[in-house]
């Protein structure tokens, strides 16, 4: 599949070289060439050179006119937060193979990281500037919004997806390409936890703007729509309180989105995640799953687990998927895990099998 190319429209632009009497810097625009269209929709390279400022303000713009004068075709923007590599790097290449024009890629990874380019070329080239992320910690929540100002930087990506290295994909790219473009909702999972590790975490000193009713707690694996996307890259009232006060055993990746959606964004927030994590064996992170555990059996009883659909306004004609299918991700993997991944995904996940460089993860 090709998405069809925008077409170009070339106005001539004047140049505009404001008086300079006082030695005030100018601007001056070009009138060696024409800048069309597709010159303005361009976004920059990943590694560019903006700081953190800068980049989310860029990413904070939104035309105000809802029709786009050109065919836009819409792409789900998968955002890996990580440590390192992504080591289900062939997993996914595999999930996106074939469907090029209609997905985007970016990778946060720590910046001491020094890996070199991974063998996946839809990976390779893909890793936005980093900075240090420590769990729990509020740089968690400013290494998300760095990932969702760099996606928004491209105005065909529609849908925004977090992800970790340890993520998989439980259904083929055209089940959750379909899935994703066809819902109204975000994925924002938020609840509220009357317990130490829940309001326990609350601070008085974050009001007036967030009251204890308020405060709640989910996962940070989000997945939510282009205008809600806008909203959190430009957010300046929810995310100092949280970068002031929410510090420490506050875990503010848990609470900062929950909390500002559901006080900002309910109606049209599901407050489910779309993707599975375990949880059951307790402790203070979910269960990692290694080779042995990773049958058939186990990952279409994943697939099959049914959620309560919410629909708003109880429109009939709302995704009906959604009335069907609960996760489309899941986590944690373990990188033992990737060769019986591989093997299984064409039978269990109908991803498509493409013979060339397949058989060497036969069993």
């Not at 001539?12 to 404001?18: A, L, N």
């Not at 340890?166 to 009357?194: E, G, K, Q, R």
Request: proline letters at 8%; hydrophobic letters at 35%; one cysteine or more.
């Amino acid at each position: 599949m090709s998405p069809p190319s925008p077409p170009i429209a070339k106005p001539h632009v004047q140049s505009q070289t404001p008086s300079n009497s006082n030695n005030t810097p100018t601007t001056t625009i070009s009138t060696t060439g024409h800048i069309g269209l597709k010159d303005f929709l361009k976004p920059p390279p990943v590694m560019h050179g903006m700081d953190d400022e800068e980049l989310l303000w860029r990413a904070s713009m939104a035309p105000k006119i809802p029709d786009y004068p050109f065919n836009r075709v819409p792409k789900v923007a998968f955002m890996f937060l990580t440590k390192g590599p992504v080591f289900m790097a062939p997993l996914w290449e595999m999930f996106f193979k074939g469907h090029e024009g209609y997905y985007s890629i970016y990778v946060h990874s720590n910046p001491n990281y020094n890996g070199s380019d991974p063998e996946s070329p839809v990976f390779r080239g893909r890793r936005i500037p980093s900075k240090e992320v420590g769990w729990g910690n509020v740089n968690m929540i400013e290494a998300e919004r760095r990932l969702l100002a760099n996606a928004l930087l491209d105005i065909s990506n529609q849908r925004f997806v977090l992800l970790s290295e340890s993520c998989i994909p439980l259904f083929n790219f055209t089940t959750v390409y379909s899935y994703l473009l066809n819902s109204s909702l975000h994925y924002v999972m938020a609840y509220d936890d009357p317990s130490m590790v829940g309001r326990g975490r609350y601070s008085p000193l974050m009001q007036p703007l967030i009251s204890l009713s308020q405060w709640r707690k989910g996962s940070q694996w989000f997945e939510m729509g282009r205008t809600l996307a806008l909203e959190v890259v430009s957010d300046r009232a929810f995310f100092p309180v949280f970068h002031r006060h929410c510090t420490g055993s506050c875990y503010a990746d848990e609470h900062y989105l929950p909390t500002y959606v559901s006080v900002r964004f309910w109606e049209g927030n599901s407050n489910r995640s779309l993707t599975w994590v375990d949880w059951s064996r307790g402790g203070p992170h979910p269960a990692q799953f290694m080779r042995a555990e990773v049958t058939e059996e186990f990952l279409e009883g994943l697939r099959s687990q049914m959620c309560d659909y919410k629909s708003i306004n109880n429109d009939e004609n709302e995704n009906e998927n959604e009335k069907n299918v609960c996760y489309l991700f899941a986590r944690k993997f373990s990188p033992s895990c990737l060769s019986k991944l591989m093997w299984l995904a064409p039978k269990v996940m109908r991803f498509e099998m493409f013979e060339e460089g397949w058989n060497k993860w036969r069993k």
